[in-house]
């Protein structure tokens, strides 16, 4: 029987193949995917900045109805807010600081659980 030579080539390759005691070779290293980095903190506000809050819309409405907010009742803490609030601190001998604590608090009559 004759063979050809690139049959013969296959068939020993295959039987070498066959009879090889060589360990598998290992995976493949996995690649190292780096998780992204964690969210950061929500900012703290600073006292220049303008927030919202059903506290500040009940403020506004009181000092309104006692004549020392001029401004859109909208529940924002902003400068016209911090200055009524001061305005009604110094009427009311409280440390006019612009910040409803609980004295303020007290003072216009509000019940906010400070």
């Known amino acids: 029987m004759k063979m050809y030579p690139l049959l013969a080539s296959i ?3 295959a039987l070498a193949t066959a ?5 598998p070779a290992p995976p493949p ?3 190292f995917t780096p998780l992204p980095a964690p969210m950061p903190a929500p900012a703290q506000p600073t006292a220049g900045e303008i927030h919202h809050s059903a506290f500040m819309f009940e403020v506004q409405h ?8 001029e401004g859109q009742v909208d529940g ?3 400068p016209l807010t911090r200055a009524a ?3 009604f601190q110094r009427d009311n001998h409280l440390n006019p600081t612009g910040v409803v604590d609980q004295h303020t608090d007290s003072a216009l009559g509000l019940s906010s659980g400070k």
Request: hydrophobic residues 45%; positive net charge; glycine residues 8%.
């Open 76 to 78: 924002a803490n902003g």
């Open 29 to 31: 290293a996995a690649t």
């Open 11 to 13: 068939a020993v390759l």
């Open 62 to 69: 009181r000092l309104k109805a006692l004549g020392y907010y």
């Open 19 to 23: 009879c090889s005691t060589a360990e």
């Open 85 to 87: 609030v001061k305005h």
